[in-house]
């Protein structure tokens, strides 16, 4: 594949960091605010540690929060 047109394009580079950083950020705040309510620190602390772009986040989410449906 040839990835030449995204760094002929400065700006949808930029835009697609920023994606993901808004991205993994969402996702890291809402299961960390759950898992600090719910007294998980372990989940806690691999929320906040390690890098996943949000699937470690939301995998405890769908395991472990108990939303009002």
Partial sequence: ?????IYSQPNTLWLSA??????TT?????S???AA???NKK????IMILPSI??????YLLRHC????
């Avoid at 594949?1 to 047109?5: G, I, L, P, S, T």
């Avoid at 920023?18 to 991205?23: D, M, Q, V």
């Avoid at 969402?26 to 809402?30: A, G, K, M, S, V």
């Fill in 54 to 59: 949000g699937i470690i986040p939301i995998v």
């Fill in 66 to 69: 108990r939303c009002k449906k």
């Fill in 32 to 34: 960390g605010w759950y």
């Fill in 37 to 39: 309510k719910q007294k």
């Fill in 26 to 30: 969402f996702w890291h705040l809402i």
């Fill in 18 to 23: 920023l994606a993901l950083i808004l991205w």
């Fill in 43 to 46: 989940w806690y602390l691999a």
């Fill in 1 to 5: 594949m040839d990835f030449y047109w």
